[in-house]
């Protein structure tokens, strides 16, 4: 997923930013460890099992039905459990026990974080006993951040309405009041009732056979943290890809979806033959409207993908990739917070890595790995060094904000550094063993050291060092001994950029019939800066940069449209603005054109009439850049 920038973690950080550099080991272990973005007294009570009973209501944009949580006191003397909650209407709440029927129970919402959202807080009868039934009868608002409500015509038949959610990182509350925090791990099930011409899918136990009736069941037999939990209903239809893997999506997609991701089940088998078996049934993908905020969301048995990826040509299936990797990295082992993110994205991002170099070559995989650390170059010039570290020791982060893409590129690199001293039959062992070890468990940074430590480090003796370790976990930047990705083709395409923006190379001898669109991207971000419109003109007609399938090579060329004031692409930079909602995608081409000096109106003019196509985290996203507007526009 795409962090939110630098910029909003100002504004969206807690009230407080607390260093741990004080007090003892244990005291800050403690502190590290501790969820700072949920109110839910995890330490006094743990959800063990979700159900779910929902009515979707098109009409008026809401979710509306019961939550049954069944719960465990872990504290004989706590009598309130604390739930998270954003935006919810709360009818009424009861309590039931083995020995008693439910009960109305009071009940109070308190007062309301920018970040956090709203606790709700329940009191428990005296006799509730160990073990409780939580039933809360509630709905969401038309303005939860999590659902995405779109009208028949932003979608791709232009006939039926759509739902998505997208719970990751805190905005599960905002659709089901719980424990959202990746330190408590729940079962679940639902019964979800829709139009009946339309179909429910979720991050369950989706039947590829199953009839339309309105009314669907779900099961999800393995304990999932609450960032994971997924619903969606449109007019969606099922193509197998292979004996384990298909996908959904609009009919006018289908087709489109399963020629693009024909390699799902190829990379499947290569995943479970590298990583160890997976151990959630069926992957499924599921193709959501444009206005899906990100590339992908790895709910499982079922991610959740944009349709920016359908480039014909299947050039960026690596997002699918990296979301069947978070199979085994994230939900299987969990970051317990969201400040030990690289725990999830790093290693995603590394196994993603691994994958391409089998199930394609090792020049992409090398010219991914090298957009990737140039990305990584980016942020560590725009992001406070004291965010800069894979495990930063602070207390109070934006789960969405703060550094960047930094778990994920200095997290795969961190890795990549790991498999090259080590060897990668002794690393592979280590990864087996990882994800055997901390199966459907969650931990932090300092866990993950400690038994590199235990498996590696104190074997190994002088391959690694635990302060090399550290250094990775807790210093800002790289470490001298990074491994620095290099990738033979694109540094063709930057040489050959600087060429012909010298004028010793023509347009007509550029090869671009052997290129990827990686060294398509490449070429784009190594052109001169002070290049004249003409020659602008000239490398757009010759590549058809405005015109693209393509979705980031448009992202990639409309930067440059809009850091450059290239006036005669505006109209094609518009539309792909209007034609995403994945904030990848239209985030940094606002940002430039906002920036350039003489068109933040016109950015914000674009936003307005788009932003009903995107969903309210891009829309977060892109409102930021406007926040400082002192004209009022």
């Known amino acids: 997923m795409i962090p939110r920038p630098e910029r909003l973690l100002l ?17 800050r272990d403690a502190a590290l460890a501790r969820d700072h973005y949920s109110f839910a007294n995890v330490d006094e009570f743990v959800t063990e099992h979700l159900h779910l009973d929902l009515a979707v209501d098109f009409e008026q944009e809401v979710l509306r039905g019961t939550a049954e949580l069944q719960m465990r006191r872990l504290d004989a003397d706590a009598g309130e459990i604390i739930l998270d909650t954003r935006d919810l209407a709360i009818d009424s709440i009861t309590v039931s026990t083995v020995a008693s029927n439910r009960a109305p129970v009071e009940f109070a919402l308190g007062q309301t974080d920018q970040i956090l959202g709203t606790p709700l807080t329940i009191r428990l009868p ?50 089901i009041p719980l424990q959202d925090t990746p330190a408590v791990r729940i079962t679940y099930s639902a019964r979800i009732r829709t139009p009946s011409e339309l179909l429910a899918v979720m991050s369950a136990d989706n039947d590829p056979d ?13 304990p999932i943290p609450s960032y994971l939990l997924a619903i969606a209903a449109g007019n969606l239809y099922f193509a197998e890809i292979g004996a ?26 290569t995943a479970e033959a590298m990583f160890g078996p997976y151990r959630w049934g069926r992957y499924d993908l599921l193709i959501l409207p444009p206005s899906f905020p990100y590339g992908g969301m790895e709910n499982p048995r079922l991610s959740f993908l944009t349709p920016s990826l359908l480039a014909g040509d299947r050039s960026l299936v690596g997002v699918v990739a990296h979301e069947l990797a978070h199979s085994w990295s994230g939900n299987l082992v969990t970051n317990r917070t969201w400040r030990d993110g ?29 957009l990737s650390y140039e990305e990584l170059l980016l942020n560590f010039e725009r992001i406070d060094p004291k965010y800069q570290a894979l495990a930063p020791r602070i207390t109070e982060l934006d789960p969405e904000s703060g550094q960047g893409t930094i778990a994920y590129h200095k997290g795969n690199l961190f890795l990549q550094f790991l ?11 280590f990864i087996t063993d990882y994800f055997n070890e901390f199966a459907f ?9 400690d038994y590199l ?61 052997s290129w990827s669109p990686q060294a398509t991207i490449h070429f784009i971000n190594n052109l001169d800066a002070e290049l004249p419109t003409e020659k602008l003109v000239a490398i757009d007609a010759a590549l058809g940069l405005s015109d693209t399938r393509n979705a980031e090579i448009g992202r990639t060329w409309f930067i440059q449209v809009a850091t450059r004031r290239h006036e005669p692409a505006y109209e094609q930079m518009a539309a792909h603005l209007r034609r995403f909602g994945r904030v990848r995608l239209v985030y940094p081409v606002y940002a430039a054109l906002a920036s350039n000096g003489q068109d933040a109106a016109l950015a914000k003019a674009l936003f307005d009439s788009a932003r009903g196509a995107y969903h309210p985290i891009a829309n977060a996203y892109i409102e930021s850049l406007f926040e400082d507007d002192s004209t009022g526009e």
């Open 126 to 175: 005296e006799d509730s006993g160990d073990q409780f039934t939580v039933t809360i009868s509630y709905a969401t608002s038309p303005e939860s951040t999590a659902l995405g409500w779109l009208p028949p015509e932003l979608t791709a038949g232009g006939e039926h309405p759509f739902l998505f959610s997208q719970s990751q990182a805190i905005h599960a509350r905002s659709w």
């Open 244 to 269: 384990d893997t298909g996908v959904y999506a609009e009919p006018e997609l289908l087709e489109a979806a399963a020629y693009e991701f024909a390699d799902t089940q190829a990379m499947f088998e």
């Open 419 to 429: 498999e090259h001293a080590y060897g990668q039959d002794v690393f592979d062992q």
């Open 342 to 370: 690289w725990l999830n994205e790093g290693w995603t991002s590394y196994l993603e890595h691994r994958l391409m170099q089998v199930i394609y070559d090792e020049d992409r995989a090398a010219e991914e790995n090298l």
């Open 441 to 449: 468990q969650v931990i932090t940074t300092e866990d993950f050291v």
């Open 453 to 513: 430590d235990q498996k590696l480090i104190a074997v190994h003796h002088g391959v690694v060092t635990r302060d090399q370790v550290e250094q990775w976990m807790y210093e800002p930047g790289l470490p001298a001994d990074a491994i620095l990705p290099v990738s033979r083709n694109l540094q063709q395409a930057a040489e050959l950029a600087t060429l012909w923006s010298n004028g010793e190379v023509d347009a007509s001898e550029l090869p671009v019939e």
């Open 11 to 27: 504004l969206l950080m807690a009230s407080t930013i607390a260093a741990c550099s004080s007090g003892s080991s244990a005291d």
């Open 210 to 222: 199953v009839k339309r009736t309105g009314v669907y069941e779900f099961e999800m037999p393995q």
